[in-house]
């Protein structure tokens, strides 16, 4: 039995149905974007939980406040995995990184896009 197509008023799940979905471009650079703020976001959050101010963390890892602010902003895109264990190490934490399968739907849609560029078949994203 077929799935009723329910409208919705989220106004993500919209926009993600209207311009994400069957994109595999577009789903990869949203979830590196989601990454980044991820990143960001722990970075913040563990020296807050440190007391510390970004010039003090900074001094702690061997940098500028400027460096760690823009570590600090969901938009910076340049975690170095040097940088992140310099900081872990400063504030005596461990840093741990780990690979997650994506869904199904995401790797069947990106293996087609490759697919198709390796056949030399262009479909927009």
């Known amino acids: ?6 409208k919705t008023s989220d106004a993500v799940k919209i ?19 989601r990454i980044n ?3 960001a976001q722990a970075i913040y959050d563990l020296r807050q939980k440190a007391g510390l101010s970004q010039r003090q963390l900074a001094r702690l890892v061997g940098t500028t ?27 005596h934490n461990g840093l ?4 997650v399968p994506l869904s199904r739907t995401w790797r069947a849609e990106t293996r087609r896009a490759l697919e198709d560029k390796e056949s030399g078949s262009t479909t927009g994203s």
């Open 96 to 99: 741990r990184i780990s690979f």
């Open 65 to 91: 406040a400027s460096v760690i602010c823009r570590l600090e902003d969901a938009d910076y895109d340049g975690h170095s995995l040097t940088m992140l264990q310099r900081i872990a190490s400063a504030l």
């Open 15 to 33: 926009l993600h149905e209207r311009y994400y979905r069957g994109k595999p471009k577009r789903e990869a650079a949203l979830q590196q974007e």
């Open 1 to 6: 039995m077929a799935k009723a197509n329910k």
């Open 37 to 39: 703020a991820e990143v």
